[in-house]
T-cell receptor
Framework: DAGVTQSPTHLIKTRGQQVTLRCSPK?????VSWYQQALGQGPQFIFQ???????QRGNFPDRFSGHQFPNYSSELNVNALLLGDSALYLC?????????????FGPGTRLTVL | GNSVTQMEGPVTLSEEAFLTINCTYT??????LFWYVQYPGEGLQLLLK???ADDKGSNKGFEATYRKETTSFHLEKGSVQVSDSAVYFC??????????WGAGTKLIIKP
């Protein structure tokens, strides 16, 4: 049983560009959440998708957007990249929208903005 | 607002030593509390959780008790191993069920 997978592993972009990150949830999971983890810090919640809709959102600008597909996989899009967007982007999957259930994390995508 | 404060690392111990990693929180209502672990080169994994006051979460020899009176959720292990070397994150469910995370504590165990 594959766990949460993310692609790509690493990505290098320049300021102003746009990027798309992808996530496939663990089998049987229907909820996907995205987090940004800066170096040496804890993850920051970006948003959560359930039933193909954004259900919760953290304190991130509209440059950060997402999508969930009928097969529960998800994309995170970031427009007009800033240097400060450089971070590890984590995807987590679970069931339902409550966080009391365990979330399973992928290995992350390391984004570097030059 | 809701927040989590962890002791700063790195914490360096010898094998078989007793471990405590402090975690305190500020929250409205009655959040659930979690410890996650991130081993080198791997994703975050749930280590243990507690959903109400006085609950004790435990897993792989680690324990943490939800203490509402002291707003704490300290992680403990009686005898650490080299394989426990990792970064440990304390977290809680905030408003709208978002996970609020501490900054993480790096643990280094020397043989």
């Amino acid at each position: 049983d594959a766990g949460v997978t993310q692609s790509p592993t690493h990505l290098i972009k320049t300021r102003g560009q746009q990027v798309t990150l992808r996530c496939s949830p663990k089998s049987g999971h229907d909820t996907v959440s995205w987090y940004q983890q800066a170096l040496g810090q804890g993850p920051q919640f970006i948003f959560q998708y359930y039933e193909e809709e954004e259900r919760q959102r953290g304190n991130f600008p509209d440059r950060f957007s997402g999508h969930q597909f009928p097969n529960y996989s998800s994309e995170l899009n970031v427009n007009a990249l800033l240097l400060g967007d450089s971070a590890l982007y984590l995807c987590a999957s679970g069931t339902g929208t409550g966080f009391n259930n365990e979330q399973f994390f992928g290995p992350g995508t390391r984004l570097t903005v030059l | 607002g809701n927040s989590v404060t962890q002791m700063e690392g790195p914490v360096t111990l010898s094998e078989e030593a007793f471990l405590t990693i402090n975690c305190t929180y500020t929250a409205t209502g009655y959040p659930s509390l979690f410890w996650y672990v991130q081993y080198p080169g791997e994703g975050l994994q749930l280590l243990l959780k507690a959903t109400k006051a006085d609950d004790k979460g435990s897993n792989k020899g680690f324990e943490a008790t939800y203490r509402k009176e002291t707003t704490s959720f300290h992680l403990e292990k009686g005898s650490v191993q080299v394989s426990d070397s990792a970064v440990y994150f304390c977290a809680l469910t905030g408003s709208n069920y978002q996970l609020i995370w501490g900054a993480g504590t790096k643990l280094i165990i020397k043989p």
